[in-house]
């Protein structure tokens, strides 16, 4: 008989849920394709026999005339979805067919099973992904392949490629996100295939199949088959049941799409509307500390206090778009909080994506991809492309009459850029729930990261990304071309990466000793929209042995100004503020004249369009090397691409008197005449910059820019020019409570933030003096939002 599982049955006890069903299986575990359908029968029968469950979606009576055309229309949308995203996969097909051997298997695909599998990537779902293309042109709308529609050899070859897998398919329960443990344990003559790595088990290998037997359909695939089809796919869909732990964010769409399909598949109506209900109440706006999923900010967490926009959230996204169209006008579709959430992600998203304007390519910052900054642009993985299909992003906002989609999915299709700033987006965003600040302008993006007591720093998972434990100590990427820090990972050296404050070599990095929680809750950022400040107040969470308080202010006229204050190191390692670290593109003017070479003691350096130039106060100096390097992407995770050899330029500031604070200005996005015009020229006043306050004064805009460090607030004086008071000459600020603000006197608004997170307001007054005599006083009280809106920053006139 075929698949006849009942769904409320289903969601009591799937396959891997009954240790029944498991040794009914096991009694055959290389069993043939004709014995498949009485093996899978007998499992199904178990789970039949189980109590059921019932939710909304199960309870409902037989499928009516409505849902019944709902079902085939939305499998007609995922076929063509599916076969669509194959374009480009299908130039292999001809080899595939004379390599596949009498078994059904690759002599070229590496089937290394369980504790001897690699983890990541698992070599052996070559064989699905290789079969679903096949599928594909089988089934027509594969362009350039029309000659293989409907083959009778290329069928045959599908079939033989599923059940050689079907039979070898793992039957203890445990294996599915336990393997390795005593309750599925290694085993050097294992034979049945799966993954120590549960994604494999539960999303990786079942979505490849389910979409194969998809394509291929009920009328082709034998009872056996469509059993096992359905077999690996409820088993996946029973990590809802099970409460799996990873069953948060990317995964819970994930697996809810493999429950979808399977639906499809059977056309099951309460399969199908479970599986949608799943996506809906997660396609929600999530607040809490280190939730995964969408947040109020437009950032995207997963793996529990990770910004990861890029990859995880891609997934998400796509996901999305992949089952909202094909839902479109039915049932199904979801409901306008999931159509709010999904458009908050997605505004969010455009400030995260840079071009490279040397290939024409959009990419995600580095820094919303945390462990995949080991692979190379060549591996395909997340650093390649945003991995995103514009031109659906735009057809769901115009189905959804949502024009944040439409205009994110329109805006960046410009690729005739000279420049980084995709979709040509200027301004500031603070992305409070991630600690994380992003500034455009015109012909540049800069990103910065950090990291509190309220999220990760970064992650290390199944040997990617080893030494990357200071990726957000305030790393600072700065793109002009887009270019500047692809495929150098391998041979950056990862004590100096852009933007940090660092002891040098004073923390071991290992894959072991690299993901930490902050230690400091007074991380985050003010930004009216256009300017912005991010302050990050830093405790080495490893050794506890470096700590630093450290301001960006991002300023008119693409100005960027930096403060580093209150540095204190337990060791005798060097203490190094880090300007950038990227590849060199010359030439190079050091004290405007132009240099070949390391120097130290420069006051001001000019390279790849970007200008830095210390304060006139400031010590210490600043330090540059040129030097190719070479670096072994095996090294900083599991790519398996030949040597990287780059030229960086790397420039920092050595801290000599630790007791001494630093700052520097950056003109990013600036030509050598305009950056020497502008370095001789610009106004700025650093009116304080130690352990209490930090503070500047920009001149030519006459706009004020505040962090108060301590919970008790402070206070701090400027000399300023007041338009509305002539006769003042000095303006004191003083706060009740740790804060940062921006004051725009030619606006007369103030727009204040708690980086804290824990304030509910603050009070703030301006007292404008000459000589010490009070010329005009004004106070606030300002208002925090709380919940998922704390740290966001809110704008007052005074």
């Given at each position: ?280 109440q997660e396609l929600l706006i999530k607040d809490g500390i280190m939730v995964d999923g969408i947040r109020s900010d437009g950032s995207f967490g997963q793996h529990g206090g990770l910004l990861y926009n890029g990859n995880y959230g891609t997934v998400y996204s796509n996901d999305v778009m992949d089952l909202e169209l094909a839902a479109a006008g039915t049932e199904f579709s979801a409901g306008s909080a999931s159509k709010t959430a999904l458009a908050n992600l997605f505004d969010g998203d455009r400030w995260m994506i840079v071009y490279n304007a040397i290939n024409g390519v959009l990419h995600w910052d580095f820094s919303v991809l945390p462990r995949f900054i080991s692979f190379p642009v060549i591996d395909g993985q997340a650093t390649a492309d945003i991995g995103m299909n514009l031109t659906a992003v735009e057809e769901l906002g115009n189905e959804w009459m949502s024009s ?395």
């Amino acid at each position: 008989m075929r698949f006849s599982l009942t769904f409320a049955s289903l969601l009591s006890s799937v396959f891997v849920c009954s240790a029944a069903a498991a040794n009914a299986v096991s009694q055959a575990p290389l069993v043939s394709s004709a014995s498949a359908s009485s093996v899978t029968t007998s499992a199904v029968s178990t789970i039949n026999n189980s109590a059921s469950v019932t939710t909304g979606a199960a309870s409902s009576s037989q499928p009516t005339a409505t849902s019944t055309q709902d079902i085939n229309l939305i499998r007609d949308r995922r076929l063509t979805s599916i076969i669509s995203g194959l374009s480009g996969s299908s130039n292999g097909i001809a080899g595939w067919l004379s390599s596949l051997d009498s078994d059904g298997k690759w002599p070229d695909v590496n089937y290394a099973t369980g504790c001897a599998a690699q983890r990541a990537n698992w070599p052996a779902r070559d064989h699905w992904a290789r079969l679903l293309t096949m599928a594909g042109a089988w089934h027509g709308g594969l362009p350039g392949v029309s000659e293989y529609v409907k083959d009778a050899s290329l069928e045959s070859a599908i079939l033989l490629g599923m059940r050689w897998w079907f039979d070898r398919d793992f039957t203890n329960p445990a294996c599915l996100d336990n393997g390795g443990s005593a309750s599925c344990p290694c085993n050097s003559t294992e034979i049945l295939l799966w993954n120590t790595n549960w994604y494999s088990n539960v999303i990786g290998v079942p979505q490849l199949v389910v979409d194969v037997c998809l394509i291929m359909g009920t009328d082709i695939l034998s009872e056996a088959d469509e059993n096992y089809c359905m077999l690996m796919s409820t088993r996946s869909y029973g990590a809802f049941a099970r409460h799996a732990s990873y069953m948060t964010g990317a995964n819970i769409l994930d697996v809810a799409k493999i429950g979808i399909d399977a639906g499809l598949l059977s056309s099951n109506e309460s399969f199908v509307a479970d599986a949608y209900s799943k996506i809906h109440q997660e396609l929600l706006i999530k607040d809490g500390i280190m939730v995964d999923g969408i947040r109020s900010d437009g950032s995207f967490g997963q793996h529990g206090g990770l910004l990861y926009n890029g990859n995880y959230g891609t997934v998400y996204s796509n996901d999305v778009m992949d089952l909202e169209l094909a839902a479109a006008g039915t049932e199904f579709s979801a409901g306008s909080a999931s159509k709010t959430a999904l458009a908050n992600l997605f505004d969010g998203d455009r400030w995260m994506i840079v071009y490279n304007a040397i290939n024409g390519v959009l990419h995600w910052d580095f820094s919303v991809l945390p462990r995949f900054i080991s692979f190379p642009v060549i591996d395909g993985q997340a650093t390649a492309d945003i991995g995103m299909n514009l031109t659906a992003v735009e057809e769901l906002g115009n189905e959804w009459m949502s024009s944040t989609l439409t205009e994110f999915g329109v805006s960046l299709k410009d690729n005739d850029l000279t420049h980084a700033n995709a979709g040509n987006l200027t301004g500031n965003r603070m992305f409070y729930a991630n600690d994380y600040m992003v500034h455009r302008g015109k012909e540049y993006v800069t990103t910065l990261k950090m990291f509190s007591s309220r999220t990760k720093n970064t992650e290390c998972t199944n040997s990617e990304n080893p030494f990357g434990f200071h990726l957000s100590d305030g790393v600072l990427y700065t793109y002009l071309n887009g270019n500047e820090y692809e495929d150098i990972a391998a041979a950056w050296d990862w004590n100096l990466i852009p933007g940090i404050t660092v002891d040098y070599n004073a923390t071991s990095l290992s894959c072991s000793s690299s993901q930490f929680t902050g230690l400091q809750a007074f991380v985050g950022g003010v930004s009216d929209g256009q300017l912005g400040l991010a302050a990050m107040r830093y405790l080495n969470p490893a050794t506890e042995s470096l700590s630093w308080q450290k301001v960006w202010f991002f300023l008119e006229d693409d100005m960027q100004h930096v403060m580093v204050a209150n540095i204190s190191s337990k060791t005798n390692a060097p203490v190094y503020s880090i300007l950038d670290q990227k590849r060199y593109v010359g030439p190079l003017v050091v004290d405007e004249y132009e240099k070949v070479g390391p120097t130290t003691g420069a006051r001001s350096v000019w390279h790849g369009n970007i200008g830095y130039v210390l304060d006139p106060q400031e010590t210490t100096s600043i330090s540059f090397s040129v030097e190719e390097k070479r670096g072994n992407w095996s090294s900083i995770g599991i790519s398996t691409q030949p040597p990287a050899d780059v030229t960086l330029f790397t420039a920092w500031l050595q801290h000599d008197s630790l007791n001494t604070s630093s700052s520097y200005t950056t003109f990013p996005g600036t030509d050598l005449d305009t950056f020497l015009s502008k370095s001789r020229q610009f106004s700025l006043q650093s009116a304080q910059n130690d352990a209490q306050v930090s503070a500047i004064y920009d001149q030519a805009h006459e706009t004020v820019f505040a962090v108060f460090w301590n919970e008790s607030g402070g206070s701090t004086v400027l000399d300023v020019s007041l338009p509305n008071y002539s006769e003042a000459r000095s303006l004191s600020i003083t706060a009740n409570g740790n804060v940062a603000l921006i004051y725009d006197q030619r606006t007369n608004f103030i727009t204040v933030s708690d980086p804290s997170q824990t304030l509910t307001a603050v009070e703030i007054s301006f007292v404008y003096t000459r000589s010490e005599k009070e010329v005009q006083t004004k106070s606030l009280v300002v208002a925090f939002p709380t919940g998922g809106l704390a740290g966001s920053s809110v704008v007052q006139r005074i």
